[in-house]
């Protein structure tokens, strides 16, 4: 079977690191990807990692371990706007896009 | 087109009819794939496309379920016999390719802004 794990929900305060984590167990591994997504909005992509080890891009960064099954987004000095859904994503071995049901994040001021 | 774009972007309809949902992806982009969301839910994989055939049409929820695609472009998702049950967002997503490249970006996918079915 496939399975994605994310926590449901996380809150953290403004200007402070938070860490989202997703553990997955997937027939076959393509590709881990981390996605965005804005209450009433569509998804819209932050980063992926096909190799073991960190990426990052400003204040996002992503890791991935593949022996584990296990990645992480980083996302440092938290603004407001941050607040939203993220979306861990798995291409399986046929190459089907599988999605995590997303952890919700809350930034406090 | 310079986007994904999706119609209708609201569809109210009774129980028992049919509906189609519309997917006209990003113009070069082979693969396409659609999601259903439930409110405050995660995303449920329906059915991707590589061109025009589908590999994988293992998320379809039952045979009111359908979808095809056409000159390796637009793509239409057919619900027969709506159910309340079948009230989400349809997401439509595309990208430059499936799995081939791994190791590059083309296998971003770029949402559509969604078909909000409401089955009353």
């Known amino acids: 079977g496939q399975n994605i794990d994310q926590p449901t929900e996380m809150t953290a305060t403004e200007g402070a690191i938070v860490q989202i984590n997703c553990t997955y167990q997937?027939?076959?591994?393509?590709?881990l990807f981390w996605y965005q997504q804005h209450a009433g909005e569509a998804p819209t992509f932050l980063s992926y990692n096909v190799l073991d080890g960190l990426e990052e891009k400003g204040r996002f960064s992503s890791f991935l371990s593949r022996s584990k099954g296990y990645s992480y987004l980083l996302l440092k000095e938290l603004q407001m706007k941050d607040s939203a859904s993220y979306l861990c994503?798995?291409?399986?071995?046929?190459?089907?896009?599988?999605f995590g049901t997303g952890t919700r994040l809350k930034v406090l001021a | 087109g310079a986007g994904v774009s999706q119609s209708p972007s609201n569809k109210v309809t009774e129980k028992g009819k049919d509906v189609e949902l519309r997917c006209d992806p990003i113009s070069g982009h082979t693969a396409l794939y659609w999601y259903r969301q439930s409110l405050g839910q995660g995303l449920e994989f329906l059915i991707y496309f590589q061109g025009n055939s589908a590999p994988d049409k293992s998320g379809l929820p039952s045979d009111r379920f359908s979808a095809e695609r056409t000159g390796g472009s637009v793509s239409t998702l057919t619900i027969q016999r709506t159910q309340q049950e079948d009230s989400a967002v349809y997401l439509c997503a595309s990208s430059l390719v499936v799995g081939l490249a791994g190791l590059s970006g083309a296998n971003v996918l770029t949402f559509g802004a969604g078909s909000r079915l409401t089955v009353l």
């Open positions: 994503a798995v291409i399986g071995g046929t190459y089907k896009y599988i």
């Open positions: 997937t027939s076959g591994f393509n590709g």
